[in-house]
């Protein structure tokens, strides 16, 4: 409950933006919540994030990204790089820790058909970059969306979500193909 609460906490913190999303993932295992807002002049990306998995347990992020175009043209690639700031809470092992994760993503639609877009994320934090029971945070997304309409896309994306404890064998929150879906408001 009290992962929950924390993460419906952090989804108060974009009164100030100028446009959100609202995500939800999932596969036979995990879920995965995601809001995402912009602050600026859409140069500053801030989310927030919370996947659980019914066996291993939860993680809850709150990152940010400074955001452009890394190419020219007609369907330029948007990337963004920051940090991810999480927490983890392990149910099997009782373990709990954070990091301080820094990293980034890159997005391309195809010029020649604009509902397709190819999307990848990857945030790693080494020893030093974490705290209380974690030693290593590593969370790597890569995702194929279909824009339905203009506000809302499917997607189906694979992701891998991993903790490595100091005095345990590492988690893998969540690993493998998940479904989704996007809207943007």
């Not at 790597?140 to 969306?145: C, G, T």
Request: glycine share 12%; proline share 3%; no cysteine.
């Amino acid at each position: 409950m009290r992962v929950f609460l924390l993460f419906m906490g952090l989804l108060l913190l974009p009164s100030l933006s100028h446009s959100e999303s609202l995500e939800i993932s999932a596969n036979d295992d995990a879920a995965k919540f995601g809001f995402g807002w912009y602050l600026g002049q859409q140069r500053l990306a801030m989310d927030a994030s919370w996947l659980h998995h019914q066996d291993q347990g939860d993680v809850i992020s709150l990152g940010v990204n400074v955001t452009g175009f890394a190419s020219s043209g007609q369907r330029p690639v948007e990337a963004g790089l920051g940090a991810k700031l999480v927490y983890t809470d392990s149910d099997n092992i009782d373990l709990d820790g954070g990091a301080l994760a820094p990293g980034g993503f890159v997005s391309y639609t195809l010029p020649n058909s604009n509902r397709f877009t190819f999307y990848g994320h990857l945030y790693f934090a080494p020893d030093i970059l974490t705290f209380g029971d974690n030693g290593t945070y590593r969370e790597i997304e890569f995702r194929l969306y279909y824009s339905v309409i203009d506000d809302a896309e499917l997607f189906l994306g694979i992701r891998n979500t991993r903790v490595g404890y100091d005095l345990s064998p590492s988690v893998h929150f969540d690993t493998g193909l998940n479904i989704g879906l996007k809207m943007r408001f």
